[in-house]
């Protein structure tokens, strides 16, 4: 399928190239009968290419100039030169990584916000069929990706920003794994806008290290513990235990009003939705709950004790212990604004009136924190229970309740 100025699901095909500058023809077939066509890549130094349109669902012709040619086995690139779909083969090696891991390994130097766009534009194929950026490789799957055009040079012949060297505060590090207190406002990697985050840092930081990858992820605005592994084989084991709910994940949230006491699990499934576009740009992610009988929507579960009652001039608040046994995209921010309860602080999903007298009272961010993580080291076997505090600031606000 291919796209041109007002016209959608279009199917074209490859009939001759002409000299440059030279006109295209061909015909295409709408429900009164074959019209005739002629087009040129306008701008183009590049010999245009004169395509057959075979097929077409929808026509409404405003322009004929050529937008966009995707799925080919021919595309432009940047600078005119062209550029094949590649098929990858995923080896025992990659076995298990998730897809968009996968690609920024194989597709270095694009940025990670290019990575996720032609994965949620169906551009990239596995085994012949859409997939998630979320979804797991295995031996043997054939991943179909599309010809990859760089990002524009800027002025002085550099690319993006270079990712800053950083290193973060350690709570556990040895030759399998390293555990660390990743900041608010930092995400865990570079994508959907943001240049980079903890794990290209990280990598800048130690540029002798063979192989650094996020076990799992934790919200830009949420803080604490996050696992990133050192070795492959402590990665895929890693991620089983997560898979297969054998680790221990608990935050800290505070919340507004009074959580009842009796209120010890969500299990209301979650789904995924996009917000209205603005312009051209595509709608934000979001999540929302759903029915148990809706097809798209995915099993959460989230449990619940109250940690402490937090009496505020702005409004009472409590503070929950909250462990999850579902690792869904924004799961915890989710259930507790569902039941009524928002967490402090978070602007997606929160009480923006309240956010904003908050921050003006000294919370800055989202109180939500991963506080305690057990999980079963992939070396060892040993059972490991780490725990990171609030910082000092959230522990301030609340009154120092928890250690």
Not at 25 to 49: I, K, S
């Amino acid at each position: 399928m291919y796209s041109i100025f007002g016209v959608s699901s279009v199917s074209l095909d490859w009939s001759r190239r002409g000299p440059p500058g030279a006109l295209g023809a061909g015909r295409f077939a709408c429900g009164t009968g074959p019209v005739a066509w002629t087009f040129c890549a306008a701008g183009q130094r590049t010999p245009c290419l004169c395509l057959k349109l075979i097929q077409i669902k929808q026509l409404q012709l405003t322009n004929y100039t050529v937008k966009n040619i995707i799925g080919s086995k021919a595309a432009l690139s940047q600078g005119g030169a062209a550029k094949a779909v590649k098929y990858l083969e995923v080896d025992e090696e990659s076995a298990g990584q998730r897809l968009d891991n996968f690609l920024i390994r194989q597709l270095k130097g694009v940025p990670k916000t290019y990575v996720y766009r032609i994965i949620r534009s169906g551009e990239v194929r596995v085994n012949k069929g859409r997939a998630s950026a979320d979804s797991r490789v295995q031996p043997g799957d054939v991943v179909r990706v599309p010809p990859v055009r760089l990002p524009e040079r800027t002025q002085d012949g550099q690319a993006q920003a270079a990712t800053p060297a950083r290193e973060f505060p350690a709570l556990l590090e040895d030759d399998w794994l390293i555990a660390v207190n990743k900041p608010a406002g930092v995400a865990v990697h570079g994508g959907s806008g943001v240049s980079f985050g903890v794990i290209e840092q990280l990598r800048r930081a130690r540029p002798q290290a063979r192989f650094l990858e996020l076990v799992h992820r934790l919200d830009r605005e949420t803080s604490g513990i996050l696992l990133i592994a050192k070795k492959r084989s402590a990665l895929t084991t890693l991620q089983d235990q997560f898979r297969q709910r054998e680790t221990g994940k608990t935050y800290l949230a505070l919340v507004l009003g009074d959580w009842p006491a009796n209120r010890k699990v969500i299990d209301t499934p979650l789904r995924k939705f996009l917000l209205p576009a603005a312009g051209n740009a595509e709608g934000e992610r979001r999540v929302r709950t759903t029915t148990k009988d809706d097809p798209e929507g995915m099993k959460a579960v989230t449990l619940v004790k109250v940690a402490q009652r937090v009496p505020h001039p702005l409004g009472d608040m409590t503070l929950l212990e909250v462990t999850i046994k579902t690792g869904r995209t924004h799961q915890i921010r989710v259930h507790l604004a569902s039941s009524g309860h928002p967490i402090a602080g978070d602007e997606k999903y929160g009480d923006f009136a309240r956010n904003k007298a908050l921050e003006k009272a000294g919370l800055k961010r989202m109180f939500l924190h991963a506080w305690r993580l057990r999980f079963t080291h992939p070396s060892t076997g040993e059972t490991v229970a780490l725990e990171q505090p609030l910082e000092p600031a959230l522990q301030q606000f609340v009154g120092n309740p928890v250690a």
